[in-house]
């Protein structure tokens, strides 16, 4: 007679350790050896609609700003124009009749009055130009393209209003007319002109220059990249991650 069989165990569920489960598989999550035990698995989500969310508001306030900067640049070309007609060297002119026919010349040949207007221009819209660099720069220190972009449009702009305005606000292009209105021999001043038409150039170059600087030594700074370790957790004797 022999002594019953002892019935075997029921077999453990191998289901996170078969040879035929794919790579990356977290198996069972109810397995307290599964290291993702506890934390159901998660698909690839679609991120788009929320990133959309965090450019799109971004991208609008980053232009409505640009639209700013460049019209306050513009104003700024009106406050331009005026320093330049006021400050500008006047170019002083004769008027003379010769043979019947009245003819305009240079007072003084030789004088340098035309290069000052030139320079006048340029140095003020220099100025204009590190001033505006500085205020958007103090005013939104992140930058950004299209802020950027807006310095050198509206500085440009600024320049070329301020131009015309002065030309406008100066004595009038008929030298002729204002030679006969003055009388002869008399002494007026020359329309107010550009010669050296970079000088509009003088505005945009330095808002572009001057907010470069600031922003490479004052800027804001992108944080260090976090390097997370590579290859296995280490682990203790009972298989628990160690620190």
Do not use: C
């Not at 030594?217 to 290859?231: A, C, H, K, S």
């Amino acid at each position: 007679m022999t002594a019953p069989l002892t019935p075997p165990p029921p077999p453990r569920d191998q289901s996170s350790h078969e040879p035929w489960q794919p790579p990356g598989d977290p198996g069972n999550p109810g397995d307290p050896g599964d290291p993702g035990a506890g934390h159901p698995a998660h698909g690839p989500q679609d991120s788009s609609s929320g990133q959309s969310d965090q450019d799109g508001p971004g991208w609008k306030t980053e232009v409505i700003e640009a639209v700013v900067v460049t019209v306050a640049s513009a104003v700024g070309g009106v406050l331009l124009g005026v320093l330049w007609w006021w400050l500008a060297p006047h170019v002083p002119l004769v008027g003379d009749v010769v043979d019947k026919s009245w003819v305009v010349y240079l007072k003084d040949s030789e004088g340098e009055q035309a290069v000052g207007v030139d320079g006048t221009f340029t140095l003020l819209a220099v100025a204009f130009g590190v001033v505006s660099a500085l205020v958007v720069f103090l005013l939104r220190r992140r930058g950004g393209v299209p802020l950027v972009a807006a310095l050198a449009v509206g500085g440009l702009l600024a320049s070329f209003i301020a131009w015309r305005l002065g030309v406008w606000f100066g004595p009038t292009k008929d030298v002729l007319a204002h030679a006969k209105a003055v009388g002869k021999g008399v002494t007026f001043s020359a329309p107010l002109k550009m010669g050296a038409k970079g000088a509009l150039l003088a505005w945009p170059v330095a808002a572009l220059v001057v907010h470069l600087g600031l922003t490479a030594l004052f800027g804001p700074r992108d944080p260090e990249p976090v390097y997370l370790q590579q290859g296995p957790v280490p682990k203790d004797g009972y298989g628990a991650p160690t620190a």
